[in-house]
């Protein structure tokens, strides 16, 4: 069986193919070509594993998980965290054809159990070291609403007989792969989302892989780059922009660090020779913190270039990377979605500086519509249409929000407001999504409001963005009660809900009723100014 999802239509398919774009290649392949290469693949703490071992490793995986009742068109769902052992267990994945949900380490029930019910998978992948995986309970509460679940693997769970590690050392002798066809689904992406259920985006082999290679040309990756992933590694920045797999297809080397704190990256970076990684805004911020606390940038000799992205980086913060990093800056604007641009190393400093780049592909076609759908002549601000040989047609299951969110010619209006220069470099002005982006990790206000509204005592619930200097956005709840009930009480609802914790309201506050447009609907942009005076009095 394979995984179904809306195609791109022939015309264009022919196109993509013929200009080589989609090489009818699955992602298997970026590890194929470097099984016998014994250099160093990924750094994990004191694990180091070779392209050879990976491949092994993940034949090896594969093997068990066939041999325990997993089958080709399956569906998993797997929670690992920054470690080697979500690459051997994606590419082991990818070679049995089955396609994963790689749900974030931060995610909770609330999102695990979102993903398991949309995708049934058969096969759960995840992690003792995480707090929902300490015991068996949630595992009992996710294959209710989840019953395919048949194969449950734990890493860290000791000498268990289903232990990752106990699967990943079952020799695999004579395993051939038998990946899903190059254009079907390879895995899910994640949407960042701004709706009440989180929504899942098939991404194909061909459009993928394509992605990953032009970004490595765009990225300047090759076998001698060492990328370090501070950032989640199962996020599409850390995962194809270039990402891991861009590195992988390279033969360079991935080193691994559990979060992007200067304490924890600076001595990786220095240790192992980083040349590239790729930070949020906030994480640049505290990295240039400490460099000026500790009065040395020397930790960072062998940082050659840094690109940042997932959410707008400051002008101010842009232009000390240079000189106070001594590292070449390169913008990102992408999206799980497909379209991701880059600003280019040879750009001239104004665009890389002020602008969120042009987009990987000359087939990605981007354009600026009004909020009627027409286009809007070049240097206006509106909103983002793209459609193109790695962005998706549409989310998983979801007919009523696809119908929404593209156009009738296949345009995804991905919800940015941004303004293209006659140069085609875009900036991102605002948005019209109702999403929270704090610092790069996204929240659907509806999805809050909705959990928030769960509360006895909660009438109605409002989620918006008040400007952070750290994180450009924070979250602020404004609700409607029935009784007097205190923050902290709020936030344990929330947690006893089971959601991420970024997603947790940064800010409570209480008014007698929300403000309504005319035609109804809680007047959110009058919410954020009302917040934003507050601000500017206090
Ligand atoms: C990346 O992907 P997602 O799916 O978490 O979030 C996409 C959204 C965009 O629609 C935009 O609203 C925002 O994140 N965004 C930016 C930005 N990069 C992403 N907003 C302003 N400036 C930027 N540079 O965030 C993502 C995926 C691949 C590569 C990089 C980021």
Redesign the pocket.
Same mark, same amino acid.
């Given at each position: 069986m394979t995984v179904p999802y809306t195609r791109w239509p022939d015309d264009l398919a022919a196109r993509y193919r013929e200009k080589g774009y989609w090489l009818d290649l699955p992602l298997t392949d970026i590890l194929e070509r470097h099984k016998t290469n014994d250099a160093t693949a990924v750094v994990d703490g004191d694990l180091v594993l070779s392209y050879r071992q990976m491949a092994e490793q993940s034949d090896n995986l594969a093997a068990a998980l066939l041999r325990r009742g997993v089958k080709h068109g399956d569906t998993a769902l797997v929670q690992l965290g920054n470690v080697a052992d979500l690459y051997v267990t994606q590419f082991a994945l990818f070679k049995l054809g089955v396609a994963a949900v790689y749900a974030l380490f931060s995610h909770q029930r609330t999102e695990l159990t979102a993903y398991a019910s949309q995708i049934a998978p058969t096969l759960l992948i995840a992690d003792r070291q995480h707090a929902l995986f300490q015991d068996n309970s949630f595992i009992d509460t996710l294959c209710q609403a989840a019953p395919a679940i048949h194969s449950v693997i734990l890493r860290n769970d000791g000498e268990h007989e289903n232990a990752l590690e106990t699967l990943k050392t079952e020799t695999a002798t004579g395993y051939i792969a038998t990946p899903t066809p190059a254009d079907e689904v390879a895995f899910f992406?994640? !949407?960042?989302g701004s709706t009440g259920t989180p929504k899942l985006i098939p991404r194909t082999h061909n459009d993928y892989y394509y992605s990953i290679r032009a970004s490595d040309d765009i990225c300047l990756i090759n076998a001698d780059t060492r990328y370090l992933i501070a950032l989640p590694a199962a996020?599409?920045?850390a995962m !194809? !922009?270039p990402?891991s797999l861009g590195v992988f297809y390279a033969g360079g080397q991935v080193i691994l660090a559990a979060d992007p704190s200067a304490t924890l990256c600076f001595p990786l970076i220095e240790k192992h020779q980083v040349t590239d990684t790729?930070l949020?805004?906030p994480a640049v911020s505290l990295w240039l913190q400490t460099i000026a606390e500790w009065g040395s940038n020397a930790q960072l000799a062998s940082l050659q270039r840094i690109?940042?992205?997932?959410?707008?980086?400051s002008e101010s913060v842009a232009r000390r990377i240079q000189s106070e990093m001594g590292c070449q800056l390169q913008?990102?604007?992408?999206?799980?979605?497909g379209l991701?641009?880059y600003t280019r190393f040879d750009d001239d400093e104004q665009t890389i500086l002020t602008t969120?780049?042009r987009p990987i592909s000359p087939d990605d076609e981007v354009w600026v519509a009004d909020e009627n759908g027409h286009p809007l002549p070049e240097g206006t601000t509106g909103r983002?249409m793209t459609r193109g040989p790695y962005t998706f047609r549409g989310y998983f299951n979801s007919p009523a929000h696809n119908a929404s969110s593209f156009d009738s010619e296949g345009f995804y209006c !991905?919800?940015?407001l941004i303004e293209i220069n006659a140069a085609g470099n875009i900036t991102?002005q605002g948005?019209e999504?109702d999403?929270i982006?704090r610092g790069?990790?996204?929240i659907a206000a509806e999805e809050i409001e909705n959990l928030l509204q769960r509360h006895p005592d909660v009438i109605h619930a409002a989620l918006v963005s008040i400007t952070d200097e750290l994180m450009g956005e924070k979250s602020c709840a404004i609700l409607v009660v029935s009784q007097p009930v205190k923050a902290v009480a709020l936030r344990r609802h929330l947690r006893d809900l089971g959601v991420a914790e970024f997603k947790l309201p940064d800010r409570i506050t209480f008014v007698d009723a929300l403000p309504l447009t005319p035609v109804g609907k809680v007047d959110k942009k009058l919410l954020r100014q009302q917040l934003a005076d507050q601000q500017a009095q206090a």
């Open positions: 992406q994640l !949407s960042g996020h599409n920045f !194809s !922009s990402g790729g949020v805004p690109q940042v992205g997932g959410a707008k980086l913008q990102v604007f992408g999206m799980a979605e991701v641009n969120q780049g983002l !991905s919800g940015d991102v948005r999504k999403q982006n790069g990790e996204k």
